[in-house]
């Protein structure tokens, strides 16, 4: 079959287009084919091996990736399940965590994949599992966001934050959304009520403050992101969609937030990065109301996957980035 493979870390120049073996599955797992697959931060911080710690951790690998097929964000067709597996059959549409999901063919842990909404094209539900899971925590389960919140996105035509947008309108809150020019149209039409547009404004001056503030940027001192936050209010910040490139990446940042956090009557919160069967059901059962929507901002072929992970790594990228498979 064919792949994007890993074999080095570097820049998306060392992946390559190659045949693979077809992966074999264990009897808690299922084979699917690949429709499409999404693009995250979590890749190209896999692909690069920052930061650094986390190849001394473990986490992606400690001299070359530890994943040898890329991806984990996928949407496709059940081929075969294991003998452990219940609930799911061969022809079923899903979508989920895929291990190596830039491939034809993936394998998946049975209970990290769930069935595809009917109103979705493969291309939307493969931009569903990772992005969509981290919105709902931050929102519904750290942020605790409920009816009558007013709650600032920053970072919101993002994967992340056009879910967490969305989220939010949904559990009834006053959503603020901020984003650059081109994309105020955009926000507005995913359910933001207001939208600041950071080249001309500063959220972070004071001026109006929320009641929860998502954070996907990266791009303020704390101290800057407090004033946004009422005395009583929530920060959530998802650290790891930011850059990473140096040593420690974005656990400094969290520490410092733990730290500030303990004496301040604010909460502060990193995001923790989890992946559950009980988030996947959550998202899937509010897009197949009609209450989200994946935004899906460019699609390449799988050949083309190194491409799109340049784009994606300009930090600039509008909704999710998808490459299609077949």
Not at 68 to 75: I, L, M, P, Y
Not at 92 to 98: A, H, K, T
Not at 265 to 281: A, G, V
Request: one cysteine or more; aromatic letters at 4%.
């Amino acid at each position: 079959m064919k792949a994007i493979v890993q074999e080095r870390f570097g820049s998306p120049d060392v992946l390559q287009f190659i045949d693979v073996d077809q992966p074999e599955i264990g009897p808690d797992d299922v084979l699917v084919r690949v429709h499409a697959a999404a693009l995250n931060p979590y890749d190209w911080h896999i692909l690069r091996g920052d930061p650094y710690v986390a190849r001394l951790m473990g986490t992606v690998g400690l001299t070359r990736p530890k994943p040898r097929v890329a991806g984990v964000d996928g949407a496709g067709t059940v081929q075969a399940v294991g003998a452990n597996v219940r609930g799911l059959r061969a022809g079923d549409e899903v979508l989920g965590r895929f291990e190596g999901a830039f491939a034809e063919y993936a394998r998946a842990v049975a209970d990290l994949v769930v069935p595809k909404p009917a109103r979705l094209t493969f291309e939307q539900a493969a931009g569903v599992p990772m992005a969509g899971q981290t919105a709902l925590r931050a929102i519904r389960d750290v942020g605790r966001v409920r009816a009558g919140h007013r709650v600032l996105v920053n970072g919101a035509a993002g994967g992340v934050g056009s879910f967490a947008v969305q989220i939010a309108a949904a559990l009834g809150a006053e959503v603020t959304g901020v984003c650059s020019t081109g994309n105020v149209d955009l926000v507005r039409s995913i359910g933001a009520a207001h939208v600041v547009d950071y080249t001309k404004d500063d959220f972070t001056d004071g001026r109006v403050r929320y009641d929860v503030v998502q954070d996907n940027v990266g791009n303020h001192p704390l101290r800057h992101l407090r004033r946004a936050v009422t005395p009583t209010g929530t920060l959530v910040s998802n650290a790891g969609g930011s850059p990473g490139g140096n040593l420690f990446g974005p656990i400094g940042a969290i520490v410092r937030m733990l730290a500030v956090n303990a004496v301040v009557r604010q909460r502060l919160r990193p995001l923790p990065d989890t992946w559950t069967r009980e988030h996947l059901i959550a998202v899937t059962g509010l897009v197949a109301a009609g209450q989200v929507t994946p935004v899906v901002g460019r699609t390449y072929p799988l050949a083309d996957t190194a491409t799109a992970m340049r784009h994606l790594e300009q930090g600039h990228a509008r909704g999710k980035i998808v490459v299609t498979v077949g």
